[in-house]
């Protein structure tokens, strides 16, 4: 049953993606206060704030004319994206709470060199029951294309979500299982990875076949996937009503690279590509910026509950404090939640998955 809308409507980050939890905030994690549709706010490019790590003087970037390069963040907001066919295949589960089903649906962009159209594959979970049913749209944390699986990354957050009544929609990005492949996606800074989360959310409010309140969605991102959505809200502001990005990568994508590329012989192919093509951190800095979520944080109307262990050596925790004052300092309704765990979330996985819930809950998801 087709529901009318009620609501307006990463990257190169290559983290891994996937003790007891206190479920507490550290001092400097308090709440801070209070294709695309064209955004209203300017095309002026802030600075990083200078207390930022890795964002020095050289690192600032420059306002920028319009319209904005493509291969930028506010380049990916100019685009038009449009998410439709959303497609019920194979039903892999069925529970007394949710049934799952493989899906597919697509995913267009318009661009300056002309309309993109990928299919997209995924796993979607949805409520025993007639709905209409709040939805979480899932972006999963980084895994090798070569070996990534339909569904992989988030399957215990899909779960969860669906047996509390939230129609859970994972997300395989283009190049994975069986979506389709874009040859470009490593030197276009993996942003087609937001481009496909935005038109998940558009592809589920299109549906006539999943019961969606149109007006109850979130983002839910972990580790890459935390990256994927900052940069998703940032170019798609009131898109959903609240996002949760879990054991997030950097909102600075030079630290991403410092951190899982810039020492990875597996990577020298990509590095060489980037440094051929764009220039590396150090000799571009504008560009990383301009591929960084921070610089735009002031672009987000949507609430933010990040997630973060203390124990996190994949992604260290001081990223997580040093987004969580670039959205406070933005303005952004945000929180960041700690939890005594590590990147992957063990011990503290449900207590920092009822957080979530309540969370989205409070924002009417």
Same mark, same amino acid.
């Given at each position: 049953?087709?529901?009318?809308?009620?609501?307006?409507?990463?990257? $190169?980050?290559?983290?891994?993606?996937?003790?007891?939890?206190?479920?507490?905030?550290?001092? &400097?994690? &308090?709440?801070?206060? /209070?294709?695309?549709?064209? !955004?209203?706010?300017?095309?002026?490019?802030?600075?990083?704030?200078?207390?930022?790590?890795? =964002?020095?003087?050289?690192?600032?970037?420059?306002?920028?004319?319009?319209?904005?390069?493509?291969?930028?963040?506010?380049?990916?907001? +100019?685009?038009?994206?449009?998410?439709? %066919?959303? %497609?019920?295949?194979?039903?892999? &589960?069925?529970?007394?709470?949710?049934?799952?089903?493989?899906?597919?649906?697509?995913?267009?962009?318009?661009?300056?060199?002309?309309? +993109?159209?990928?299919?997209?594959?995924?796993? $979607?979970?949805?409520?025993?029951?007639?709905? !209409?049913?709040? =939805?979480?749209?899932?972006?999963?944390?980084?895994?090798?294309? /070569?070996?990534?699986? *339909?569904?992989?990354?988030?399957?215990? +957050?899909?779960?969860?979500?669906?047996? *509390?009544?939230?129609?859970? $929609?994972?997300?395989?990005?283009?190049?994975?299982?069986?979506?389709?492949?874009?040859?470009?996606?490593?030197?276009?800074?993996?942003?087609?990875?937001?481009?496909? @989360?935005?038109?998940?959310?558009?592809?589920?409010?299109?549906?006539?076949? @999943? !019961?969606?309140?149109?007006?109850?969605?979130?983002?839910?991102? %972990?580790?890459?996937?935390?990256?994927?959505?900052?940069?998703?809200?940032?170019?798609?502001?009131?898109?959903?009503?609240? =996002?949760?990005?879990?054991?997030?990568?950097?909102?600075?994508?030079?630290?991403?690279?410092?951190?899982?590329?810039?020492?990875?012989?597996?990577?020298?192919?990509?590095?060489?590509?980037?440094? &051929? *093509?764009?220039?590396?951190?150090?000799?571009?800095?504008?560009?990383?910026? *301009?591929?960084?979520?921070?610089?735009?944080?002031? %672009?987000?109307? +949507?609430?933010?509950?990040? @997630?973060?262990?203390?124990?996190?050596?994949?992604? !260290?925790?001081?990223? =997580?404090? /040093?987004?969580?004052?670039?959205? #406070?300092?933005?303005?952004?309704?945000?929180?960041?939640?700690?939890?005594?765990?590590?990147?992957?979330?063990?011990?503290?996985?449900?207590?920092?998955?009822? #957080?979530?819930?309540?969370?989205?809950?409070?924002?009417?998801?």
């Amino acid at each position: 049953m087709r529901r009318h809308h009620t609501a307006a409507a990463l990257v $190169l980050v290559v983290a891994l993606s996937g003790c007891s939890s206190t479920g507490s905030d550290e001092p &400097e994690a &308090e709440a801070g206060a /209070a294709g695309p549709t064209a !955004p209203s706010s300017s095309s002026a490019e802030p600075s990083a704030s200078p207390s930022d790590p890795g =964002a020095g003087p050289d690192a600032d970037p420059e306002p920028e004319a319009k319209p904005a390069p493509e291969v930028s963040v506010l380049g990916l907001s +100019e685009q038009r994206h449009r998410g439709d %066919r959303l %497609r019920l295949g194979a039903v892999r &589960e069925e529970t007394a709470a949710y049934t799952s089903y493989d899906v597919t649906y697509r995913s267009r962009s318009s661009t300056r060199t002309g309309p +993109e159209s990928y299919t997209i594959s995924g796993v $979607l979970n949805v409520p025993q029951g007639r709905g !209409p049913f709040p =939805a979480v749209v899932l972006a999963h944390g980084y895994i090798d294309p /070569a070996v990534y699986v *339909r569904g992989q990354g988030m399957t215990r +957050e899909r779960g969860y979500l669906a047996s *509390r009544g939230y129609v859970a $929609l994972h997300v395989d990005y283009r190049n994975h299982a069986e979506s389709t492949d874009d040859p470009d996606y490593q030197l276009r800074m993996r942003l087609g990875y937001s481009a496909d @989360v935005i038109n998940a959310v558009k592809a589920l409010r299109a549906s006539d076949d @999943v !019961p969606v309140a149109d007006d109850r969605i979130a983002l839910f991102g %972990r580790s890459m996937g935390g990256g994927v959505v900052l940069k998703t809200l940032v170019a798609a502001p009131g898109l959903v009503q609240a =996002a949760a990005p879990w054991a997030s990568v950097s909102s600075l994508e030079a630290q991403n690279f410092d951190q899982f590329q810039r020492d990875d012989p597996a990577d020298d192919p990509q590095t060489r590509a980037l440094a &051929e *093509r764009w220039g590396l951190p150090q000799d571009s800095p504008r560009f990383w910026q *301009r591929n960084s979520s921070r610089p735009y944080v002031d %672009r987000i109307t +949507e609430p933010v509950l990040m @997630v973060h262990g203390r124990f996190d050596d994949t992604c !260290p925790p001081g990223w =997580a404090r /040093a987004t969580q004052r670039a959205l #406070r300092s933005a303005g952004v309704d945000s929180q960041l939640q700690w939890y005594d765990d590590g990147h992957a979330f063990g011990p503290a996985f449900n207590a920092a998955m009822d #957080r979530t819930i309540e969370f989205f809950r409070a924002q009417g998801v």
